[in-house]
């Protein structure tokens, strides 16, 4: 047997660089860093944007076999299917010509209504449609990645929408990519407004189990039944006003708690949504904030004229 | 206890090497969707090469990759680059004793590796606020340390190969 072909060699005589733990110390210490900044300081968009520019040709290789499948399955279906779902989208949009039209009549009585009023008007979002690319794997959260990011105008904090419904909102934006996270991730709430009494509530996201949402700090004795639908109020600038978001499914008023526990599931498809819609958040169009005083109120109150004392 | 028979391995190809690191890294790219049972391929496979090749994979190149998975699963930045760091490193210390053990032994003895490694994950990411993904969880330990069983099979394979081929005897 010749030199040359055993994988056991001597090992180097004199050691060549940092020790492993000094290597660990180092990186451990570089990645807590990283997780505080991302988690506190806010500064790792940057990073996250380069690496994620660097890993989309790599990532596109890795969405290959789910694109094909996709497209096999697709490709499979039957003329007969395809067929009977033509059939159900047409009787489809029939039910729905009527109320299209009447839609538009009252878009337009509505708009010389608040012309009378003199009311502002209804705000309106442009959109873009956009492919969910893949669930996000991270297991603690609840996102969706899409295939639109910043070089296609993709803004931070857009609403996501699906056709049912309110399905999120872009929470970070890489160039190529963006990500949503979910009405049910832990860290989501949305303004809604219940359609059926007009009170207005914020929902807050639920992953546990399936995922749904939970309306917190109602009172007791409030106005909720099972059923009732919530659309987005449009009071906090994001959202525009009267997209569905959920239904309340479950309603629990306990006689020692002050709060009901309210629970609902969201109308949108929060799995295998494939097609979504991305609109610009509204804060752009939103009338300019009145100026704060810069005095706090002490000052005000020093500032006003002096008071003039009544000759007798 | 018995030793196990050790064979000559043939010297690695570096390219081999990188490849089948690329190989992982585009498993661990796959869009499968949010499954907490999925065990991690590419960590596999980064603990192997520290274990085999301590001289030639460190804790760079972990940590590299590591950051490359935490964008792409859009998880806190630097959460997979420190597991795979702190499991290269124990990779290349448990390396001297871990050759002595045939291969099911050394799916045993990695158990707890893999073990702390999810266990660690977990606690960084409920420090930080977020909520148990359920119970599939454990079962990534047990599926990862199984699979360190075939992925150590497929990637000695290029290595025991006979150095000079014989016409008559193809193995």
């Known amino acids: 047997m010749p030199l040359g072909t055993l994988d056991r060699s001597a090992p180097p005589f004199f050691k060549q660089g940092p020790s492993a733990r000094s290597t660990l110390a180092v990186l451990t210490a570089l990645s807590l860093l990283l997780m505080v900044a991302d988690t506190r300081l806010g500064i790792t968009p940057p990073i996250r944007a380069a690496v994620s520019t660097a890993l989309y040709p790599v990532q596109w290789l890795a969405l290959q076999p789910v694109r094909l499948g996709r497209l096999g399955s697709e490709y499979m279906a039957t003329v007969r299917s395809a067929q009977s779902v033509e059939d159900i989208a047409r009787k489809g949009i029939l039910q729905q010509a009527q109320r299209a039209n009447q839609v538009e009549e009252l878009l337009l009585e509505n708009r010389r209504l608040r012309d009378l009023l003199a009311l502002r008007q209804r705000l309106q979002a442009p959109e873009q449609a956009a492919e969910v690319l893949y669930d996000a794997p991270d297991p603690y959260t609840r996102r969706v990645i899409i295939d639109r990011g910043q070089l296609q105008g993709v803004a931070l904090g857009a609403p996501v929408l699906d056709e049912t419904g309110v399905l999120g909102q872009v929470t970070r934006v890489h160039p190529l990519l963006a990500e949503v996270s979910l009405l049910i991730d832990r860290d989501f709430s949305i303004p809604v407004l219940n359609v059926r009494t007009g009170a207005r509530s914020v929902a807050y996201g639920d992953p546990a189990g399936g995922g749904a949402l939970e309306l917190r700090f109602m009172p007791g004795n409030a106005d909720v039944e099972e059923g009732d639908l919530l659309t987005t109020s449009g009071v906090d600038g994001v959202y525009p006003a009267g997209l569905p978001v959920a239904k309340v499914s479950h309603v629990e008023r306990r006689s020692e708690s002050a709060f009901a526990r309210i629970h609902c599931l969201p109308l949108a498809r929060t799995q295998g949504a494939r097609h979504v819609l991305v609109l610009q958040p509204l804060g752009d169009q939103m009338p300019p904030r009145p100026p704060e005083d810069a005095a706090p109120v002490e000052n005000k109150r020093r500032l006003l004229p002096p008071r003039v004392v009544p000759t007798p | ?171």
Not at chain 2, 29 to 52: C, E, K, N, T, Y
Not at chain 2, 75 to 83: F, K, P, S
Not at chain 2, 101 to 111: E, K, Y
């Open chain 2, 1 to 171: 206890m018995a030793r196990s028979p050790q064979q000559l391995l043939l010297p690695v190809n570096p390219v081999f090497i990188w490849s089948s690191l690329f190989v992982g890294l585009l498993v661990a790219l796959l869009p499968l969707g949010r499954v907490a049972w999925v065990p991690d391929v590419l960590m596999l496979i980064l603990v192997f090469w520290s274990v085999h090749q301590p001289s030639r994979v460190g804790m760079g190149i972990a940590f590299v990759l590591g950051l490359c998975v935490d964008v792409q699963h859009a998880a806190l930045l630097g959460q997979n680059a420190l597991i795979y760091t702190v499991m290269v490193y124990l990779g290349v210390s448990l390396q001297r004793r871990l050759l002595w053990f045939g291969i099911p032994l050394q799916a045993v003895q990695m158990l707890p590796l893999f073990i702390a490694a999810h266990l660690l994950q977990t606690l960084i990411r409920l420090a930080l606020g977020a909520s148990l993904p359920g119970w599939g969880i454990l079962a990534a330990p047990l599926l990862d340390s199984l699979l360190w069983i075939p992925i150590s099979v497929v990637l000695l394979a290029p290595q025991r190969r006979t150095p000079d081929r014989d016409e008559n005897r193809p193995l």
